[in-house]
């Protein structure tokens, strides 16, 4: 690269830039707003991230040919560009979910908004749903702000990189070390879409090489052969359809980022090399429409208030309609304008030197952000912000899970599992010790209110001892099921010795269709029956409720929809290797009994997940104790006491 900037119109303000961002965000809006045939509208992303690149290489290579760039000047101009109208679209965002968001939810959003702020909301998000109680990504507030976290740290490492380069080179880097580097970034990215897909989806090493196709481009383009009109005609109207057809063609099972996102960034990439060379194709004045590029220039604020409400309308469980569509756009279009020209613009041009940047625009807001966060987390109670109409219904779905309730039974030491008072249900504990145990995870302990509506009457104590992800196995086998898990192997290994000691009835629960996924867990399960029966237990199988489509359709009653109830066809398909590994026990085992709680909530087309107004549910797939009770009590009324000698099962 010369040391001198180059000449226009490589340099020269470009209104088609700021056109081919505004295609790049409409396309993500378009794919949030889920218009029919855009179903690749996330790559709008990508076409960012060159974009991004391209720009800010530009802005890099200008300030080191002139030697006057500096580290602390470039990160307060990012942050002074950046953070402002993030914290007011945070703050709104605040205000338009308080009333809605429970518990859990509020309080992920309050750390997510601090991880945003701090550039690592890419890594949060990554995190947080991989865990085995992911949050529903399309109803995270904040989620958007990802690709923001790939570009803020893609700002803080290229800098250092590309000046340690410049002062290698001479002046002039390499074009086959850029080369080397991009080809390593991109051969990376195709293998982490292959082989991790959430980490190449959220994280900076599987996107690098967007990011540093425009900064390429920034760098060696001006170099090129110059290219004739119609060269940089074909060049441009290519690099269009080429975003176009995978806006259009690509959805969201295709392998990407990898080679699947060469398609709309290299598109890109051409846009912006052909208009270094001649500022009037048919693309670039198509890009240079007016509309476009005052839609472009308010691009940052509009990626940043496109989302909430969406994740809003997905948190209620709202179709989102057209007229919903539109009135989104045209508030999110009005709030942009606002926020470019009273927020954007009078702060990216204050004086503020890099110390008090980080105190005005980092330090001051996440104190205020860790203050909500921890207020939400240790508050008792937050259901002041729910209409009092429907705080009942909230705090039996927010405060009444089981492994909270019964906590003692639930994440006790796994060696030595509680067997006081605190576990023991049903009829007085004889001092022999209980009649029977419930065993299994938190799809057996939430089956305790059910089976409480039992056990008294059929003269029965029960120790409940279950654990999260820990479905009872036998001990030998317990290190092949769960990869050598030392807390799942000392949970079994002692649940195994506790049930050697004498007879009893042993009920068994689980969240039989997530471990039936692995058909080796057919067997596992089969031989923990097996082990069982041989020492003399009666076995009873609890059987699973139907999965919700979603966590938030346990708020159902709480968003006022009408029905409730899912169909029950696409229950009986989830359950289907469940159905199998039933069908396999009763043959081997037919002395077994099964308990169904299901039976008193579905019939052929629907199931129920409210009974009587009320909430049965916590999540996707748990139920709440007072729902898990009501469960039982309309169990008893049509089948009687299953727990009673020569009571037919439904």
């Known amino acids: 690269m010369p040391h001198a900037a180059p000449s226009s119109p490589a340099h020269a303000l470009r209104s088609d830039i700021e056109g081919l961002r505004a ?14 045939g855009i179903s690749g509208g996330f790559a709008g992303v990508d076409v960012f991230f060159v974009i ?71 890594v949060y998000y990554h995190g947080e749903l991989s865990q085995y109680f992911a949050p529903e990504a399309q109803t995270l507030t904040l989620l958007h702000t990802w690709s923001l976290a790939v570009e803020e740290q893609f700002y803080l490492l290229w800098p250092a990189l ?33 082989n991790a897909r959430a980490a190449a989806y959220y994280l900076l090493p599987a996107r690098a090489f967007e990011l540093l196709l425009g900064a390429g481009v920034a760098l060696y383009g001006a170099q090129a052969a110059a290219l004739s009109r119609l060269q940089a005609q074909a060049l441009s109207i290519t690099g269009l359809l080429l975003i176009v057809a995978t806006a259009l063609l690509l959805d969201a099972d295709a392998h990407f980022p990898g080679y699947n996102a060469l398609w709309p960034t290299a598109g890109s990439a051409m846009i912006l090399l052909a208009g270094m060379h001649h500022a009037d194709t048919a693309v670039a004045r198509l890009l240079s429409l007016r509309p476009l590029v005052l839609l472009g220039g308010l691009s940052y604020s509009l990626y940043l208030w496109h989302w909430p409400p969406v994740a809003l309308l997905h948190y209620q469980l709202i179709e989102i309609t057209w007229p919903l569509r539109l009135g989104m756009f045209a508030a999110a279009l009005g709030l942009s304008w606002l926020t ?38 240790l508050a008792d109670d937050l259901s002041f912000r729910i209409a009092p109409e429907r705080r009942e219904l909230y705090r039996i779905i ?85 990869d050598g898990n030392q807390e799942k192997i000392d949970r079994n290994t002692a649940l195994e010795a506790y049930l050697q000691q004498r007879p009893m009835t042993v009920y068994m629960g689980a969240w039989w269709n997530a471990y039936l996924e692995n058909p080796a ?69 037919p002395q077994l009994q099964w308990i169904n709680p299901a039976a008193v909530l579905c019939d052929a087309q629907r199931c129920q997940t409210t009974l009587d107004g009320t909430p049965l549910y916590r999540d996707e797939s748990h139920l709440n104790n007072i729902g898990a009770a009501l469960i039982g009590q309309r169990y008893r009324a049509q089948f009687g006491n299953p727990l009673l000698p020569r009571v037919a099962e439904p």
């Not at 470019?340 to 952000?369: D, G, M, N, S």
């Not at 023991?424 to 145990?437: E, I, K």
């Not at 069982?532 to 938030?552: C, F, K, Y």
């Not at 708020?555 to 229950?571: P, W």
């Open 52 to 122: 991004s690149g391209f720009v800010i290489t530009q802005l890099l290579a200008r300030a080191m040919a002139a030697g006057s760039f500096r580290f602390a000047e470039f990160y307060a101009r990012r942050l002074r560009r950046l953070v402002p109208a993030y914290l007011v679209v945070c703050t709104g965002s605040l205000l338009l979910i308080s009333p809605f968001y429970l518990d859990d939810d509020y309080y992920l959003f309050a750390k997510s908004a601090l991880a945003s702020l701090l550039g690592v909301s890419n």
């Open 521 to 589: 867990f057919e067997g596992y399960f089969l031989d923990a029956i097996a082990w069982l029966l041989q020492h003399d237990h009666r076995v009873v199988m609890l059987e699973d409720v139907p999965e919700l489509p979603s966590a938030t359709h346990a708020h159902c009653l709480l968003k006022a929809m009408d029905d409730c109830s899912i169909d029950a066809a696409t229950v009986r398909e989830r359950g289907a290797a469940f159905a199998r590994f039933k069908a396999a026990a009763q043959a081997r085992f």
């Open 162 to 194: 590309l000046l340690g380069l410049w002062k290698l080179c001479a002046g002039r880097p390499a074009l086959w070390a850029f080369a080397l580097l991009w080809t390593a970034c991109f051969a990376l990215s195709v293998v982490l879409a292959e």
């Open 23 to 36: 295609l790049a965000v409409l396309l993500v809006i378009l794919y949030h707003y889920q218009v029919p």
């Open 398 to 482: 927010a405060q009444h899970n089981a492994a909270d309730l019964y906590v003692e039974c639930f994440k006790g030491e796994e060696y030595a599992f509680d067997q006081s008072e605190a576990c023991l249900f049903g009829a007085p504990t004889p001092a022999s010790g209980p009649s029977s145990v419930l065993i299994g995870d938190s799809h057996a302990i939430h089956l305790i209110g059910f089976m409480e509506e039992f056990l008294a009457e059929a003269g029965e104590s029960l120790l409940l001892v279950t654990r999260a992800s820990n479905p009872f196995v036998r001990a030998d086998q317990t290190p092949a099921a769960f």
């Open 340 to 377: 470019f020209h009273f927020v954007e613009q009078r702060w990216r041009y204050r004086p503020w030197t890099l110390k008090q940047c980080a105190v005005r625009l980092l330090l001051l807001p996440a104190l205020a952000l860790w203050g909500v966060q921890s207020t939400i987390r």
